[in-house]
């Protein structure tokens, strides 16, 4: 490239629907309920471009409203697409007034898309000898590619040159319109040719060349070796014609006559009263802050921090000492540690990295070994030296997710202590939906600071490094801004949730605790009999192979049970089921709940839910489950997360012990393979219907309280109530309906809803709601009310003060405001019954270390359940324990109960 700052052409559009549909977990609005997902994007990632390129120019474009010329060439041409969301419409101008407030050229031309603006300047750059960077995600760029002209993605922080393009598409960017023409675009709704897809594409292509030579000696084709050589010449020549139609299509003009020459295109003043206004207006209150404090001259640019950052790499003895010193004499010090694995049970620590103040950070490599790797410390005699520091619980500590280091530790003889605070958990109290909580996503967030990722210096996919393979100058400074940056966000965060007692208290005596609790019963982990397991799957295997037969018999012939096209051709082609539901390109779906509601009077969708729901089973517990057993130990050792729901439940992974299922026989069946050690029991205690305990404590209703106080069957009273008849003259069918109105209010479930569960009439479903809402009138009444307080105040709070913000609460949409209604009214119970279960654990895990050493171990929790392996001759002395801490941990209106079981299984103890 020259010397010129290069021309930088940002696509818009493309970034536009990416920000949106990126941004829409997150559903960023404002208090008023208006969305700013796709806006806060955009705007982050101009801002970035203007750091990167500060002397260059930076023009937008956009596609205009209305059709463009293609439309006229051929009808269809993007009319698959769905109209635009309300949500995405309603930030269009608000992004095109930033663009303008920032100086920024913005272009919008009638009749042409955005690639056919971009595509005639950066052919006017070319030829000025200017280099240019189009800033685009779209594929069909990839023709513009040249030695002057290179696609930047932004959001993949991806460049693509020539060579790029060739990797990446199998051709040449002169190549890429017949390419494009040959196996269409469904994005676009580009015809291609029939049959062609991106192999066979890129097999002619490489192997005759262009479409016009193709044309013009199409015997060519038939000496290539891919499958359907032979044929395809006679199939191109019956389709040519199309193939030009797409061909055309997909060219980009670069030729369209434009309102402003090259020359003219230019940055503009900032304008900041208008930039401060619109940041303002859309609650970005990080702009607003840096804005304020800046001067004209730089505002519009990214300014991570005012803070100079030193980083040191400790090397030597000397070295070691002076940061030793420095760390004994600090009040509190951010600690992480590098790894050579993501499995806490196996890593060995790699480096160590501390901050003792923002900007003033060390690595410590331990142990990174590749060829020509610098002569670093011992491991296992700087650990030592270490070690009486990282265990002094005086010597307070701050990290970012600090279970998964305090596990590897384990594994070298260290026991962390000291603790103090944790970001995540900071981050997570303070605001569970605002973001995800990963350092890197919290940098961006509350410090506006982009941190180098694992991936900057480690690579990605199958050639991704170990860390202990990534050079030392990398590593150095990745490793020391980790801590550098998890410091500052603690002195970020931690006023905030000081300042609210209830969230200050919900960090120091639940969550931080409960970290240790749970990093306890990782390391712990839950004996499985393999065996077991391995039996199963060869029985699911069986049935398997009995379904898919059975399947084949009623569809009339063989298709692949696990492909969503030949499923939806069986069913809605060749059977003629009604279509339900359409996917967003708008073939009908094969979604699990499609096929849920097909079962009720077809039999072919209820053979695939057991076909899908047994294969789950095997891939994900009785194939895996065995593999998952570390040798280390004997035992399989799952992740909690703690920092994932938004209600502040508990989650797992690896395996996700959350979601094996129990209400199926095959469900318990994998419960089975969870045993007791030799000598020991399994006990599983379970809290009963803990969330309508909940319901009748928040609630204050009479009716409710009353059937608790006095040990009734819930269920059973709910029915005697609502259906006018004693408890005793209630029937099984009657309990059922109760059960699901009493569970289906918790999750603000609608008569439609209950129709559909039970199979009545919706009507019938009313009047069941309108009944139990006569006799238990206090539930109604916390409904109203708690949806009241949610709309006022943003957010709704369980017993104990965690907060669950609801930025649907005043949305437009009425889907999204009536869904964020149902999570205001469930959230309180679903949130105090998991900080119910948080804090028996923490008072049980205190009274474990009072028990004989051994004697029982708590290992697994599970929605409302604990899990412990008891030792058999101390159960009649323990489990009333138990039963006890669990029945104390909340005091409520009405008696919590505990149920527990005892087995040589998990299945048995439940």
């Keep these: 490239m020259t010397q010129t700052p290069p021309l930088i052409l940002v696509d818009g559009s493309s970034y536009l629907y990416r920000a ?103 052919r006017q750059a070319t030829e000025s000898q200017i280099d240019t960077l189009i800033s685009t995600g779209d594929k069909d760029m990839a023709q513009l590619v040249s030695e002057h002209v290179t696609l930047m993605d932004t959001m993949k922080d991806q460049l693509t040159d020539r060579q790029g393009v060739i990797d990446k598409f199998g051709v040449p960017p002169e190549l890429i319109v017949d390419y494009l023409a040959l196996m269409g675009d469904s994005s676009d709704n580009i015809p291609g040719m029939a049959g062609v897809g991106d192999k066979t594409a890129v097999a002619v292509l490489q192997g005759v060349g262009s479409i016009d030579t193709i044309a013009a000696h199409p015997e060519r084709v038939a000496e290539l070796s891919f499958r359907g050589a032979k044929t395809f010449a006679a199939k191109f020549k019956e389709q040519e014609a199309m193939v030009r139609l797409s061909q055309q299509l997909a060219t980009i003009k670069t030729d369209v006559e434009l ?67 420095k760390l004994q004499q600090a009040e509190l010090f951010s600690f992480d540690t590098e790894t050579n694995s993501l499995d806490y049970i196996q890593a060995q620590v790699v480096g160590l990295s501390f901050a003792v103040a923002p900007g003033d950070a060390a690595y410590l490599p331990l142990a990174h070994d590749y060829l020509g790797a610098p002569e670093q410390l011992d491991r296992e005699q700087t650990l030592a030296k270490l070690k009486p520091l990282l265990e002094d619980p005086t010597r307070l500590k701050v990290g970012q997710h600090l279970k998964f280091d305090r596990n590897v530790l384990r594994n070298h003889g260290i026991h962390l202590q000291g603790i103090a605070f944790d970001t995540m958990l900071e981050s997570y109290v303070l605001n569970s939906t605002a973001s995800r909580h990963n350092m890197d996503d919290l940098a961006k967030k509350y410090l506006n600071y982009t941190t180098q990722t694992f991936e900057d210096v480690a690579g990605k996919g199958v050639k991704q490094l170990t860390f202990n393979q990534v050079e030392l100058e990398k590593a150095a400074f990745y490793a020391a801004e980790d801590a550098d940056i998890t410091l500052r966000l603690h002195q970020t965060l931690w006023p905030q949730v000081e300042k609210e007692p209830a969230l200050k208290s919900l960090l120091l005596e639940m969550e931080l605790p409960l970290a240790e609790v ?33 399947a084949h018999e009623i569809a009339g012939g063989p298709f ?100 094996i299922p129990v209400r199926t026989e095959e469900g318990r069946r994998i419960r089975q393979a969870f045993v007791a050690d030799h000598g020991y029991k399994i006990v599983a205690a379970d809290y009963s219907q803990i969330e309508l305990r909940i319901m009748a404590h928040l609630s204050e209703d009479d009716g409710l309280l009353q059937a608790f106080a006095h040990g009734q069957d819930i269920h059973r009273a709910t029915a005697a109530e609502i259906m006018n008849i004693t408890p005793e003259a209630v029937t099984s069918e009657q309990r059922r309906n109760a059960k699901a109105i009493n569970f289906g209010l918790i999750y603000g479930m609608s008569a439609f809803g209950l129709a559909k569960q039970l199979g009545i009439p919706r009507g019938e479903a009313q009047r069941y709601m309108d009944r139990y809402f006569e006799r238990y009138p206090g539930v109604l009444t916390y409904m109203e009310r708690t949806r009241e307080q949610a709309e006022q105040a943003g957010y709704v709070e369980t017993l ?16 999204l405001r009536k869904a964020a209604e149902r999570a205001a009214i469930n959230a309180p119970m679903q949130g105090t019954a998991a900080d119910i279960i948080k804090r028996a654990m923490i008072k049980l895990a205190d009274w474990i270390k009072t028990c004989d050493n051994g004697t029982i171990r708590m290992v697994m929790q599970v929605h409302d359940e604990l899990v412990f392996e008891v030792r058999e001759d101390k159960l009649d002395a323990y489990v009333p324990v138990i039963r006890q801490y669990m029945m104390d941990a909340a005091s409520l209106k009405v008696p919590l109960d505990v149920g527990i079981g005892v087995g040589d299984n998990w299945d048995q103890a439940h």
Excluded at 60 to 77: C, M, P, Q, T
Excluded at 529 to 536: I, V
């Design 20 to 122: 949106f549909f990126a941004s829409q977990q997150a559903d960023l609005r404002t208090s008023n309920g208006e969305p700013t997902g796709a806006i806060r994007v955009v705007t982050n990632m101009l801002r970035s471009l203007l750091k990167q390129y500060p002397d260059s120019v930076v023009a937008v474009v956009f596609d205009a409203k209305g059709k463009s010329f293609r439309n006229d060439l051929y009808a269809e041409y993007k009319s698959h697409r769905p109209p635009m969301p309300d949500d995405l419409r309603s930030q269009i101008e608000p992004i095109h007034q930033i663009i303008g407030a920032m100086g920024l050229p913005l272009l919008v031309i009638d009749g042409v898309e955005a690639d056919d603006v971009i595509g005639t300047l950066a």
């Design 259 to 325: 309102p402003v020459s090259l020359a003219e295109l230019r940055r503009h003043e900032l304008q900041k009263d208008v930039l401060l206004a619109l940041y303002r207006q859309f609650e970005f209150k990080n702009l607003v802050q840096e804005l304020e404090s800046a001067s004209e001259a730089d505002a519009e640019i990214v300014t991570p921090s005012d803070v100079t950052a030193h980083y040191d790499t400790i090397l030597t003895d000397a070295d070691l000492t002076r940061w030793f010193e």
């Design 518 to 550: 749970l990093s306890d019963m990782e390391r712990t982990g839950a004996l499985i009999d393999p065996f077991l397991l391995q039996n199963q799957s060869q029985q699911i295997e069986v049935r398997l192979a009995e379904l898919e037969s059975q």
């Design 560 to 659: 692949n049970l696990g492909s969503p096209k030949q499923l939806g051709e069986v069913l809605f082609e060749k059977l003629q089921l009604p279509v339900i539901k359409k996917t967003p390109k708008g073939a009908p779906s094969t979604a699990e709940e499609v096929l849920q509601e097909l079962a009720y009077d077809y039999p072919l969708p209820k053979l695939l839910l057991e076909h899908r729901s047994l294969s789950k089973l095997k891939s994900t517990y009785t194939d895996k489950l065995p593999l998952m057993i570390a040798p280390s130990t004997g035992r399989v050792h799952t992740s909690y997360h703690q920092a994932v729901t938004a209600t502040g439940r508990l989650s797992s992974s690896d395996p996700n012990l959350q979601n």
């Design 800 to 815: 104990f003060g965690r907060r669950l913000y609801l930025p649907d609460i005043k949305a437009k949409n009425m889907g």
